[in-house]
């Protein structure tokens, strides 16, 4: 998954070319239109002044955001703030975290416009981000681990590539491994033989990373996902892992690397714990459209700070909110360090 990414010859996410929204390969919450950066700007900035208002001091404020790809969520934002909160602009260091230089290139010239808030880095030190870190659709993308169950000898193996003919196929490693989440013992005497399931140690290290780079302020991510008790749901024997290619989705994971999108779902169990082991609370968990939907109707009764609600900004909002759309199966998760 990690070389059909990012290798940076030829990975997935390298490439110029643009693989969200309509001529793409899938859409995210972003390519839908402004009002998501927007809706979350609104809430960015309610934070920041939280922050203010504990600390009092009007000092430097911090947005961090990982795996800008195009860099629109952040020109959506930074707009956002150069309309209704110049004041928090003046004060405010956009730093997009990228490990990527086709990436940042790509960004450097979308967010030119803005030059003076904007800066990148491929690290975080610790405890240097007063503000808000986040991501939309970060964590999905990263590397996982698939594991199979042998239900005869009640083992897990861990799922490798070989190349066979030409032909890259999964392989079953030989030695057996452990689940890295809590599994209920009867569950195990449930799972059919050859159940697969995910998990990507690569997203809990990065997000106690992200805790740990957090002095004070919050830690949000957005993405599709649920809890372990769900990644080990029977009726879904074959994983989460699917691909992408021209909004089509398909199971041929080895098939084309390079040339479609790899994603997983999020274990968020795992995510929460992480974040809590680094001594964050939890502020928030829950569907994207509960979250959207209570900002959006908080902008209803003031809506001196957001732009007109127009038909076609109405549809994105439907599309955003729409149990069909992005609603229902993207969850949000909000940490916090005070
Ligand atoms: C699915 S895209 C994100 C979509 C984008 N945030 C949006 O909402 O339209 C995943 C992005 O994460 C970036 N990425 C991958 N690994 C990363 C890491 N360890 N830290 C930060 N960004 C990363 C990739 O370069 C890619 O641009």
């Known amino acids: 998954m990690e070389l059909a990414l990012y290798c940076p010859d030829c990975g997935y996410y390298e490439k110029e070319k643009d693989n969200l929204g309509r001529q793409g390969d899938f859409y995210t919450s972003v390519s839908v239109g402004s009002v998501f950066g927007e809706l979350l700007a609104t809430r960015l900035a309610d934070w920041l002044d939280e922050l203010d208002q504990k600390t009092g001091l009007n000092s430097p404020v911090d947005l961090v955001e990982a795996g800008a790809h195009h860099g629109q969520l952040a020109l959506d934002i930074l707009l956002w703030f150069r309309e209704f909160r110049p004041d928090l602009l003046q004060r405010l260091k956009y730093t997009i975290f990228e490990p990527s230089r086709s990436r940042k290139a790509i960004q450097v010239r979308r ?39 042998h239900a ?3 083992q897990w193996r861990e799922m490798g590539v ?14 057996p491994v452990s689940l890295p989440f809590e599994t209920p ?6 799972l059919p033989e050859g159940f697969i399931v995910e998990f990507s140690s690569v997203a809990t290290d990065w997000w106690q990373g992200a805790a740990r780079a957090l002095h004070s302020g919050w830690l949000m991510t957005l993405d599709y996902g649920f809890e372990s008790q769900y990644l080990l749901d029977p009726s879904r024997p074959n994983g989460t892992l699917r691909t992408y290619h021209h909004h089509r989705v398909g199971d041929n994971h080895l098939a084309a690397p390079g040339d479609q999108d ?15 082991r680094s001594g964050l609370v939890t502020d928030y968990f829950d569907r994207q459209a509960a979250f959207l939907g209570t900002i959006a109707q908080g902008l209803m009764i003031k809506p001196a700070t957001f732009p007109p609600w127009t038909l076609p900004r109405l549809r994105q909002l439907r599309t955003l909110l729409h149990p069909e759309n992005l609603g229902e199966s993207f969850r949000v998760l909000v940490q916090r360090r005070s």
Not at 185 to 190: A, F, P, Q, R, S
């Open 111 to 149: 967010l030119a416009s803005f030059a003076e808030n904007t800066a990148w880095c491929d690290r975080l030190a610790p405890e240097s981000i007063r503000g808000v870190i986040f991501s939309n659709e970060l964590l999905d993308s990263m590397p996982i681990t698939r594991l199979q169950w």
């Open 152 to 154: 005869g000898e009640r």
């Open 162 to 175: 070989a190349l066979r003919r030409d032909e890259f196929v999964w392989s079953s490693l030989e030695s």
């Open 185 to 190: 013992g009867e569950l195990l005497t449930v």
């Open 262 to 276: 790899l994603t997983a779902h999020v274990n968020f169990a795992e995510i929460i714990r992480a974040g809590e």
